[in-house]
């Protein structure tokens, strides 16, 4: 590698470890397995700056992440990836458009109540399938737009829209069902 990479490598791709981290940690679920993603997707990345284009540089280091990612859960957990096609009709008609709400805390007690909320958010949202969970952290934690998004997953922004209805709506669901 020049100089010139190793300078483009740093200046593209270091500042953005935090965020490919967390997508990498949303995706595998665990933190040591989005260490071992991250590790893969940096020297993917540090092959690539070469060919890398000026454009979106958040956009290409996040989709080298999430492919990654992907390559990895299918070599180390093959079944952990499920698709919304894959889904039983009655469980994909479960999953429409809706929306979460969360207010800041005021008081000791309501700061406790908001920390036990976060914890169900943070399990509901572990528990949507692949696609939906990247695309619901892509957009909520990582603040990407849908044309973003749908560069970074390689989906039509239709489809990036959809999962994201449909990833609210079984966060919804979800967390209404464990407040019975």
């Known amino acids: ?12 791709v270091l500042p953005r470890l935090d965020e490919g981290y967390r997508l990498a940690h949303w995706l595998t679920g665990n933190a040591t397995d989005a260490e071992d993603v991250m590790q893969e ?19 290409w280091f996040l989709t080298i992440v999430r492919n990654t990612g ?3 859960l299918q070599r180390h957990r093959p079944r952990a990836v499920i698709f919304a096609e894959d889904l039983a009709p009655e469980a994909r008609a479960a999953l429409d458009v809706g929306t979460v709400h969360a207010e ?17 958010l943070g399990r509901a949202i572990e528990a949507l399938p692949v696609p939906f969970r990247e695309t619901l952290v892509l957009r ?3 603040g990407l737009s849908y044309r973003e998004i749908a560069e970074v997953t390689g989906a039509p922004i239709g489809t990036v829209m ?5 990833a609210r709506q079984h966060l919804l669901e979800r967390l209404a069902g464990e407040g019975r």
Not at 42 to 59: H, V
Not at 162 to 166: E, H, K, M
């Open 70 to 72: 992907y390559s990895w």
């Open 162 to 166: 959809s999962r994201l209805g449909r």
């Open 104 to 120: 800041a805390p005021e008081t000791p007690e309501a700061a406790l109540i908001a920390h036990d909320e976060a914890g169900r």
């Open 41 to 59: 997707a940096c020297l993917r990345a540090y092959r690539a700056i070469e060919t890398f284009a000026e454009g979106n540089a958040r956009a």
């Open 140 to 142: 909520e934690y990582h």
């Open 1 to 12: 590698m020049t100089t010139l990479a190793r300078a483009r490598f740093s200046q593209l």
